[in-house]
Structures are given as C-alpha cells and as structure tokens.
C-alpha cells in the first residue's frame, strides 16, 4: 500500500515564526513532490513542487526533499494569520498518479 | 482566463436520483481527475482521464461513472448506488507526462434531501 503522511495537527504558530510542516511516503520510485494549501470550504491550491532533493525557495515558502529518508518537508517563513489553513503533501508513484497525505491543519496565531 | 470550472456549486439530490457535476477547462490540459473530499479527510480518487474516450477507476469509483468525449470536459455522475454520496467533489487536471501537477476547479458540494 503506497502512503503518504502527515501529522494531522492542528500546529500552532506564533505570527511572525517559523512554521514547519512535514510528510513522509512509502513509494522509493515517487518522483515529483507537490505542497497544496486548502483554505475551509475551499479547493487546494498549489504552493510548490520539488523534483530533486535539497531545497527549494519561492517567498517565504521552501520546500525540502530528502529522497534516501523519505521525507519532504515545508518551512514557511514570517508566518502571517492567513497563513492558517490545511496543507497537503501529494507525491507521485512510480505511474506518476499523486497520492495524497490527509493534511495539516496550521493555525498561526496574532 | 485560463482555469477549471464546476458546477453547480450546490447541488442536492434525492433518494434514487442520479446526478451530474459538471467540470470544463480551457487549459488544454490531458489529464482529468475526479476526487472525493469528506469533512476534515483528505483527497480520494473516483475517476480519472489521460485521454480522450478513456479514463481509469481509482480508489472508490463504485456507485459512480464518468465520460470523456471532449478534452475539455470531464462530467461525473453520482448514481443512485452510491449510497453516502454527501461530500465535496473536486475536479483537476494536469499536463500528461511525468511531472502531473494538479490544478482544481472550485468544487461542487453534494448534499442528500
């Protein structure tokens, strides 16, 4: 069974901190790694994708890819209230279909 | 302005009644998949399209059916044998080949009366 996980939460983060949001998966042939943001009653969005491993910035986001320990992982820098919403790890199997993890609730509090 | 569209927004549907949520994009995109989204669960795939007049089952297609006659529509309907079909429906689509990042349309919540 190919999984993907992510602590559930809700993580609290103080505004103007660091948040750190983590996944790991099950499948050493996935490729392609995508954070998605989903506000309430909302669709996801994407955030950002990594394809190889170490970081990847784009504004107060990085991404982080570890291929030999599985895991991928998203810094998300000067945390502002609306930052607060659930995320969402997806990652390709060896088809190139996603799997998805459940998300994280992130709550950034003023 | 390129994106996906869904509708209806709402919908509600009786006992032993089929209904179709309709999903359109104009990004000239391959792929197109249906997903189901349950309160506070993640995403789980229904149906899902490389290509035009094909598609695949994913996880939990019984109880509903797809059609890809356009690459630019990807209707699914929710049979009556779907018997808990209360949830949020949300269509995506993706280039082909090996990078398949998703986008999604604004989805379609389906209640039962």
Redesign the interface.
Known sequence: QKEVEQNSGPLSVPEGAIASLNCTYSDRGSQSFFWYRQYSGKSPELIMFIYSNGDKEDGRFTAQLNKASQYVSLLIRDSQPSDSATYLCAVTDSNYQLIWGAGTKLIIKP | DGGITQSPKYLFRKEGQNVTLSCEQNLNHDAMYWYRQDPG???R?IY?SQIVNDFQKGDIAEGYSVSREKKESFPLTVTSAQKNPTAFY?CASSMG???????????TRLLVL
């Open positions: 669960q993640g995403l795939l899902y949300l080949g090996d990078k398949r990042t998703q986008y999604f349309g604004p989805g």
